[in-house]
Protein backbone atom coordinates (compact mmCIF):
# COMPACT_ATOMS: atom_id res chain seq x y z
CA UNK A 1 0.00 0.00 0.00
CA UNK A 2 1.43 3.33 -1.48
CA UNK A 3 0.21 6.82 0.13
CA UNK A 4 2.01 9.71 -0.84
CA UNK A 5 6.02 9.61 -0.02
CA UNK A 6 4.74 6.73 2.99
CA UNK A 7 5.36 3.07 1.62
CA UNK A 8 5.02 0.30 3.32
CA UNK A 9 7.16 -2.44 2.09
CA UNK A 10 7.25 -6.42 2.02
CA UNK A 11 9.89 -8.15 0.38
CA UNK A 12 9.91 -11.96 -0.47
CA UNK A 13 13.43 -13.86 -0.22
CA UNK A 14 13.62 -17.12 -1.70
CA UNK A 15 10.23 -17.61 -0.48
CA UNK A 16 10.28 -16.12 2.70
CA UNK A 17 8.22 -13.04 3.41
CA UNK A 18 10.31 -10.75 5.15
CA UNK A 19 8.78 -8.48 7.71
CA UNK A 20 7.03 -4.88 6.31
CA UNK A 21 9.17 -2.12 7.23
CA UNK A 22 7.74 2.00 6.96
CA UNK A 23 9.57 3.58 4.14
CA UNK A 24 9.81 6.92 3.32
CA UNK A 25 10.01 7.50 -0.87
CA UNK A 26 12.69 10.58 -0.10
CA UNK A 27 14.15 10.45 -3.95
CA UNK A 28 12.95 8.90 -7.62
CA UNK A 29 14.18 10.07 -11.13
CA UNK A 30 13.83 8.24 -13.68
CA UNK A 31 15.65 9.74 -16.96
CA UNK A 32 15.78 8.23 -20.32
CA UNK A 33 18.65 9.24 -22.42
CA UNK A 34 18.65 10.53 -26.55
CA UNK A 35 20.03 6.65 -27.14
CA UNK A 36 16.86 5.00 -25.09
CA UNK A 37 19.55 4.04 -22.08
CA UNK A 38 17.33 4.30 -18.77
CA UNK A 39 19.28 5.28 -15.53
CA UNK A 40 16.59 5.10 -12.61
CA UNK A 41 17.60 6.34 -8.82
CA UNK A 42 15.32 5.49 -5.66
CA UNK A 43 15.86 5.82 -2.15
CA UNK A 44 13.63 5.54 0.63
CA UNK A 45 14.28 6.29 4.23
CA UNK A 46 14.24 3.58 6.37
CA UNK A 47 14.43 2.31 10.44
CA UNK A 48 18.14 1.87 11.02
CA UNK A 49 18.14 -2.04 11.09
CA UNK A 50 21.07 -4.60 10.98
CA UNK A 51 21.05 -5.16 7.65
CA UNK A 52 20.50 -1.51 6.81
CA UNK A 53 22.40 0.45 9.52
CA UNK A 54 22.25 3.75 7.61
CA UNK A 55 18.41 3.66 7.32
CA UNK A 56 18.27 3.66 3.82
CA UNK A 57 17.08 1.34 1.55
CA UNK A 58 18.67 2.46 -2.78
CA UNK A 59 18.09 1.03 -6.14
CA UNK A 60 20.88 2.96 -8.33
CA UNK A 61 20.23 1.26 -12.26
CA UNK A 62 21.77 1.84 -15.27
CA UNK A 63 19.62 0.11 -18.34
CA UNK A 64 20.29 -0.90 -21.67
CA UNK A 65 17.76 -2.35 -24.14
CA UNK A 66 16.39 -4.10 -20.55
CA UNK A 67 19.39 -4.86 -19.19
CA UNK A 68 21.39 -3.26 -15.83
CA UNK A 69 24.94 -2.33 -17.10
CA UNK A 70 26.04 -1.86 -13.63
CA UNK A 71 23.96 -0.44 -10.50
CA UNK A 72 23.81 -0.41 -6.69
CA UNK A 73 21.07 -1.76 -4.51
CA UNK A 74 21.27 -3.01 -0.97
CA UNK A 75 18.56 -5.89 -1.49
CA UNK A 76 17.04 -8.00 1.65
CA UNK A 77 19.90 -10.40 3.33
CA UNK A 78 22.39 -9.08 0.82
CA UNK A 79 23.64 -6.38 1.67
CA UNK A 80 25.28 -2.83 0.12
CA UNK A 81 26.52 -3.65 -3.35
CA UNK A 82 27.26 -3.35 -7.18
CA UNK A 83 26.31 -4.46 -9.78
CA UNK A 84 28.59 -4.66 -13.14
CA UNK A 85 27.05 -7.17 -15.59
CA UNK A 86 26.11 -9.91 -13.70
CA UNK A 87 28.19 -10.05 -10.99
CA UNK A 88 27.64 -8.80 -7.48
CA UNK A 89 30.70 -6.63 -5.47
CA UNK A 90 30.34 -5.57 -2.51
CA UNK A 91 29.86 -1.91 -2.39
CA UNK A 92 31.37 0.09 0.90
CA UNK A 93 28.50 2.32 1.50
CA UNK A 94 29.57 5.59 3.36
CA UNK A 95 27.08 8.40 2.35
CA UNK A 96 23.94 9.08 -0.43
CA UNK A 97 25.96 11.69 -1.83
CA UNK A 98 29.29 9.33 -1.76
CA UNK A 99 26.52 6.86 -3.62
CA UNK A 100 25.32 9.90 -6.08
CA UNK A 101 28.71 10.24 -7.14
CA UNK A 102 30.16 6.67 -7.51
CA UNK A 103 27.24 6.51 -9.94
CA UNK A 104 28.03 9.09 -11.46
CA UNK A 105 31.20 8.24 -11.65
CA UNK A 106 30.57 4.89 -13.68
CA UNK A 107 28.14 6.85 -15.90
CA UNK A 108 31.01 8.95 -17.00
CA UNK A 109 33.21 6.02 -17.44
CA UNK A 110 31.39 4.14 -19.71
CA UNK A 111 30.67 7.00 -22.07
CA UNK A 112 34.38 7.67 -21.78
CA UNK A 113 34.83 3.78 -23.14
CA UNK A 114 32.22 4.15 -25.55
CA UNK A 115 33.70 6.98 -27.24
CA UNK A 116 37.09 6.07 -27.44
CA UNK A 117 36.34 2.86 -28.75
CA UNK A 118 34.37 4.39 -31.44
CA UNK A 119 36.90 7.18 -31.88
CA UNK A 120 39.13 4.28 -32.32
CA UNK A 121 36.69 2.28 -34.69
CA UNK A 122 36.32 5.82 -37.04
CA UNK A 123 40.50 5.70 -37.14
CA UNK A 124 41.05 2.26 -38.71
Known sequence: ???PQICTLTF???GYNIPTMKAKLIYHVKEITLNG???EIK???IPKSKDKPHGFKYSFAYIRRG???FGYDNAERKGDHKHVGNR???Y???SVDQLFADFHRDI???REKEYESKKHKNQH
Do not use: G, S
Open 1 to 3: ICR
Open 12 to 14: FFA
Open 37 to 39: DIL
Open 43 to 45: IWQ
Open 67 to 69: KRL
Open 88 to 90: EIP
Open 92 to 94: QFK
Open 108 to 110: INL
